[in-house]
């Protein structure tokens, strides 16, 4: 489904503004980074009783988490490192913006960050900005008024009652369809409004206070405000009671209701589903739908008639406000960053500047992309980190060729899925176009509304119509990667592919161990997970193994979810190893097949004697291990355990290196010790 986060926004940055930021260009400020330094290791450490402390030891023992931030380690390292320079981009084109047209991209890049920098008029306006908001949200004193105000919120990127999304078509991958999904809670999932124990009452409680407090912000006496929090949270908790869990979710057999326009005015009588589309802006006409939940949108139905109006009214504001919060004036930022400090564990704001270029990026994501890439990424970098990415691909087929479990049926569907996967690597080779985003000289809450609309408006009609190959899910400086099943596409931005994750003039082990093992045979092997797997080499939602292969898989992906429910999270609380069964699969097949790579690229390029003191295998996996030093704060993890489908980064490496015998043989471990799982324990999958 789309998500705002990974939504971008993208432009064509003229020559201008490449040539100021090259021009700027100092990439010896950055911080250093590499892809393994072994100051970082603790060898009074056993690599074989525990290795992520064996690699990490060192830098954990001196770590200290900087206050504005929940974590700290190799992202936030490398975010750091790529943010300063965007930093220089913004800057640059916030002080020459007057020098552009008035329509031109980079006009509106400058002006975006330059309004949001501008923190005298934001204190100035208050909650002036969204009056009209409230205002509208007050106006709902008919039953009539309630779908359409609820549309216009959704259009304006505020996330009430559900959720509508262009998204592809599980059945039908070349073509977008109309798809509608649970959402709409202030809580971070469905579940903290039902689990037991003091903890859960008390954070209850605190969204309560919270709300209420948003409200007296707002405008409203305490009474009024106190009366509203309770409301909004009773009809939070029915929105909540009727959304699956996050378990369910990774099911797609559990999301797959496609049904027709009738069908839906069937399930959901009392919504005027015209009257919502024609709002959001939808002009076509909506004959197919897929109702990703359909109990939750029965629920929206009945709530939406039967709900009194007054409780609707204090959900919206509070939405509404929450929305724009930390762009408004300090009291607002400062109350959304109390409520959201309770699950992140950040003891301060990050400097104004780092949140502005933030929402930047994620606004505007590519008008970055360009100027970023120019400064930072360059052809022989994207030559050789597609040279690994191919190599880990190569390895993957082999694997497949000798799976003694897979019949040779599944074997020619999972060769040709292999084989048609697509890369994207570094940077998209075609810019999108920003012609239609406004963007004023402020309030910067408003063209942040704005480019939220506009990005509503550029995909809102795209039901039906052919699938975009060439749009990238995630912006050109992120330090992230991801698999996409109905594109059955990896793509790997520029950001994540600099040191620590990759560095050009790394020693092969290195970069194969990092960006061959933790990142590209990790998001490769998502196309064969257990959620992955069951989309074909197009994309589409279907039954492609033998049923007898499906057991298979089934039985040995169970053992990875048991290995990994056995590791504590923190406190008390045990990694859900059902909710992070696919990252853990993928861990596990990246490491195995970017180790295969490493020994065809020895053999072939020529096998290095010690370096550092280290074997080219024992390297491989040091930087495999490395490429998760972390250290996350207790309430951080705390929140993981409901909403995270990853594990904690130290299972991440102690968890899929325990079953591979190859590590045992670099390191000398023997059976018995605790980087050795027993053999009756360990999976047979890849």
Request: hydrophobic fraction near 40%; glycine fraction near 6%.
């Amino acid at each position: 489904m789309l998500r705002r986060s990974l939504v971008l926004l993208v432009a064509v940055v003229p020559s201008l503004l490449t040539a100021q930021v090259s021009a700027n260009n100092n990439t010896s400020l950055w911080p250093p980074l590499r892809v393994v330094d072994i100051k970082w290791m603790d060898t009074t450490v056993s690599a074989c009783t525990d290795f992520a402390q064996f690699a990490n030891g060192a830098w954990l023992a001196r770590d200290t988490i900087p206050a504005a931030y929940s974590s700290s380690g190799v992202t936030r390292d490398m975010n750091d490192r790529n943010e300063l320079a965007v930093r220089s981009v913004l800057e640059d084109a916030a002080t020459h913006r007057s020098a552009f047209p008035p329509d031109s991209t980079p006009r509106k890049l400058g002006t975006f960050y330059a309004t949001c920098m501008d923190s005298t008029a934001i204190e100035a306006a208050g909650v002036t900005p969204i009056q009209p908001w409230l205002t509208g949200i007050d106006s709902v004193t008919t039953r009539a008024r309630l779908l359409p105000e609820l549309a216009r919120l959704h259009a304006r990127g505020v996330d009430v009652a559900f959720r509508y999304s262009p998204d592809v078509d599980p059945h039908d991958a070349n073509h977008y369809l109309t798809w509608l999904s649970q959402g709409g809670l202030g809580l971070p999932d469905r579940d903290y409004y039902f689990t037991a124990g003091a903890a859960a009452d008390s954070t209850r409680q605190a969204f309560v206070a919270h709300v209420a407090k948003m409200f007296r912000l707002g405008g409203q006496d305490s009474a009024a405000a106190d009366s509203a929090a309770a409301q909004v949270m009773a009809l939070e908790t029915s929105l909540a009671q009727a959304s699956m869990t996050r378990v369910e979710l990774r099911d797609p057999a559990k999301t797959d209701h496609p049904m027709s326009a009738k069908q839906l005015a069937t399930l959901a009588p009392r919504v005027a589903w015209p009257t919502y589309f024609h709002t959001i802006g939808l002009t076509k006409s909506v004959t197919k739908v897929n109702v990703a939940e359909p109990e939750f949108v029965r629920r929206v139905d009945s709530l939406l008639h039967a709900t009194p109006l007054p409780m609707w009214r204090a959900y919206l504001r509070y939405h509404a406000i929450a929305s724009a919060a930390p762009w408004l004036s300090t009291p607002f930022v400062q109350e959304d960053f109390a409520f959201r400090s309770r699950f992140s564990g950040a003891r301060a704001l990050l400097p104004r500047w780092k949140r502005c270029l933030r929402e930047t990026d994620g606004d505007l994501g590519e008008a970055l992309g360009q100027a970023y890439v120019a400064k930072t990424f360059s052809p022989q970098a994207r030559a050789r980190a597609r040279a690994v990415i191919d190599d880990i691909r190569a390895a993957f087929r082999e694997r497949l060729l000798h799976l003694t479990w897979m019949s040779d049926s599944t074997r020619a569907q999972a060769l040709d899925k292999l084989a048609r996967m697509g890369e994207k690597v570094g940077y998209p080779d075609r810019w999108r176009n920003y012609a239609r985003l406004r963007v004023s000289e402020g309030p910067f809450v408003l063209n942040v509304a704005r480019a939220n609309a506009f990005e509503w408006q550029r995909t809102v009609n795209r039901p039906g119509a052919p699938v975009d190959t060439t749009e990238w899910g995630i912006t050109v400086p992120t330090v992230n990667a991801y698999y996409d099943a109905t594109k059955n596409e990896m793509v790997f931005p520029a950001g994540a592919l600099m040191p620590q994750t990759f560095d050009v003039n790394a020693d092969d082990a290195a970069n194969y161990g990092s960006l061959g093992g933790s990142w590209a045979g990790h998001e490769l092997t998502h196309g064969f997970d257990d959620e992955g797997r069951h989309y074909d080499a197009h994309g589409n939602l279907r039954d492609w193994w033998q049923p007898s292969d499906s057991t298979h898989f089934v039985q040995q992906a169970a053992l990875v979810a048991r290995q990994f429910n056995s590791y504590i999270q923190v406190d008390t609380f045990h990694v859900n190893g059902q909710l992070t069964l696919g990252e853990n699969i993928a861990d596990w097949g990246g490491v195995l097949v970017g180790y295969d790579a490493l020994r065809q690229a020895l053999a072939r390029n020529g096998r290095p004697g010690l370096l550092e003191g280290y074997t080219p295998e024992q390297r491989y996996f040091i930087a495999y291990a490395q490429s998760w030093r972390v250290h996350v704060r207790p309430e951080l993890l705390r929140t993981r355990v409901t909403v995270d489908p990853h594990a904690p980064e130290n299972w991440r490496v102690n968890g899929p290196l325990s079953n591979i015998a190859a590590f045992a043989q670099a390191f000398g471990c023997k059976a018995g010790d605790p980087m050795v799982r027993p053999q009756d324990q360990v999976p047979s999958i890849w």
